[in-house]
Structure formats: C-alpha cells, structure tokens
C-alpha cells in the first residue's frame, strides 16, 4: 500500500495554515509531518521584447530578513489564486503590482514551490508587452500592507544579475531562465 495521510490537525489559521500531519508509511510506520497551507499561486514576468526590458517588484519579506537575507529582493510579481482561472489572477497580480495590463501569456510550469513544507503550486507565466499596456505605477494594494517598489530592468543586466547570484528568488530564477531559452534574441548584444 502506498503512503497516506492518515488524519490532519489544524494547529494555526491565518493568511496561511498550519498542519500537521499523520502519515502511514507503506510498511505501517506512522510518521508526523508539519505542513504550510495557504493554496494555489500564480507568477509572471512581464517583458518588453521591443525595449528589451523586463519589469520585476520589491517588497519587504519578513521571512528572508530572518534568514538573515536583506529587508527585500527583486522578484517577479506573484500572489496567491483567490478565484478564476490562473491566467487571469496572473494578470490581476502583475498589473496590481506593476500597472502593467498584460494580454497573452506564455505557459512555464505548474511546480511545487517547497514540497517538503507546503501546499503551495505555482504556475508560472512569461508575457509580452509594450508601452501602451502601462496603466498606472502599480506598487501593490496599500490596504494589504503592500510597499511595492517596481524596477525595470534590461534584460542582459537581469540575465547577469542571475549569474551573479543577486537575483535570489526562485520563481524570478525560473522564469528568467524560461524566458533566455525562449527568446534567447532578446539577450543577444543590440547592433
């Protein structure tokens, strides 16, 4: 028989849960397992291929400046699926954030972001846009306790910024790696 979950307690309900597990191991073994609960998310980076430009946010994260990381990083606009489908939620986070009105979407992945931990699936997004889609400076919901700072950021600095080690963010690592498979063109040396 395969591992199951045998029983949950619920232990914290916040913006995320908090649970622990009990598992059944194939050969009866019960095992405890705490998880982090809070759903599905989405991200996206958007990217200007004329300009050659890509736009990511900063905010303070309280986990990172515990681990000793800095108050905040570069990352691309993300957030949870409150409802509808993840290509619109994509949309809605990314002009939120960033004032950017994004019209197609590129597909990435739909990954687990910390299997050992947490619930959380991410689908991941790349898209295109121009200046015409820029409808405001985004800089998130006040109302959430959003400070966001938006950067537009050529894309070879992203890209070495990647190889440097600055970019630090696993989902803004994954889709800037995507997007240099992709459209490799648009991190070439301009004539």
Known sequence: MAPRIGGVRL???????????EVMQEDGTRLTREMEDHGRAV?????????RVATLVSQFRA???????????IEVP???????????????????????????????????????????RM??????????DRTGSGGGLAAEGEAVAVHEIPLP???????????????????LFALQLRRPDLFEATR
Not at 43 to 51: G, H, I, K, Q, S
Not at 78 to 91: F, H, N, P, Q
């Open 78 to 120: 993300a957030g949870l699926l409150d409802e509808g489908a993840s290509e619109d939620e994509a949309r809605r986070e990314a002009l939120e954030e960033t004032g950017l009105r994004l019209g197609a979407l590129d597909f990435v992945a739909s990954a687990w972001s910390m299997p050992g931990i947490s619930t959380e």
């Open 123 to 132: 689908d991941l997004f790349l898209a295109a846009y121009g200046e015409a």
């Open 43 to 51: 991200a996206v980076l958007p990217y200007d291929p004329e300009r």
């Open 11 to 21: 232990v914290h309900d916040g913006w995320a849960r908090y649970l622990v597990a």
């Open 63 to 73: 986990p990172v400046l515990y681990s000793g990381g800095p108050p905040s990083h």
């Open 157 to 175: 600095e992203l890209a070495a910024m990647g190889r440097r080690g600055t970019i630090t963010d696993m989902k803004s690592l994954t889709l």
